[in-house]
Structures are given as C-alpha cells and as structure tokens.
C-alpha cells in the first residue's frame, strides 16, 4: 500500500504565500506523475498543477504565474509553492501520485489540507 500525506495548509490574508508538501510512502518503485487538485465548497474537484518525474509540469490556468509545482524524487515528494494568494484560491487541497509498484501502476490521493485565503 502506498500513503500519501499533506501538509503546509493553513489561513492566509489575500497577497500571502504558503508551500504545501506531499510525501508519499510504502510499496514504490517509481512514482510516474504526481499532482496537486483542490475543492472548494460546492465545487467539483478542480486540477491545480501536475509534474512528471522528468519534472516537465503543467498548471491549471487560474494559477500561472502565481503557483510553482516541484518534486524530490528521491523523497517521493511533491511541493506546491502558492505565491500571490487570492480568496479564490480558498480549497480543500489535495495531492495525488501515479505509483508504479513493480507490476501495476494506481493512482493514490492523500487526505487533503485546508488552505483559507481571507480578503
């Protein structure tokens, strides 16, 4: 089984910056794509940004320019750098991670980390 755990949520004023981590552990032999998705309130899952583990990365078009998606690989970890903050981006955040175990790939989402932005 494989975990993953967020952290590095928190309440920011509008303008503010936070970074979120995602560490990833148990049974991996590689982890292919990692990603950060959010939920607001009465809102459907949204993608924020993904990275490949070639690091070639990918951003929802709300948050270019403002947020930066990296990795560690060597630490099964995914950091989200949140610059420039805006109420909108007030979410539920969660990470998500393609794991390839040795004989099949699945798809794993850790539980999530509140980031309020206040105006």
């Known amino acids: 089984q494989v975990q993953l755990v967020e952290s590095g949520g928190g309440l920011v004023q509008a303008g503010g910056s936070l970074r979120l981590s995602c560490a990833a552990s148990?049974?991996?032999?590689?982890?292919?794509?990692m990603g950060w998705y959010r939920q607001a309130p009465g809102k459907q899952r949204e993608l924020v940004a993904t990275?490949?583990?070639?690091?070639?990365?990918g951003y929802a078009d709300s948050v270019k320019g403002r947020f930066t998606i990296s990795r560690d690989n060597a630490k099964n970890t995914v950091y989200l750098q949140m610059n420039s903050l805006k109420p909108e981006d007030t979410a539920v955040y969660y990470c998500?991670?393609?794991?390839?175990?040795?004989?099949?790939?699945?798809?794993?989402w850790g539980q999530g980390t509140q980031v309020t932005v206040s105006s």
């Open positions: 990275i490949g583990d070639s690091g070639s990365t």
């Open positions: 998500n991670a393609d794991v390839f175990a040795g004989r099949y790939t699945n798809t794993y």
């Open positions: 148990g049974s991996i032999f590689s982890i292919k794509v």
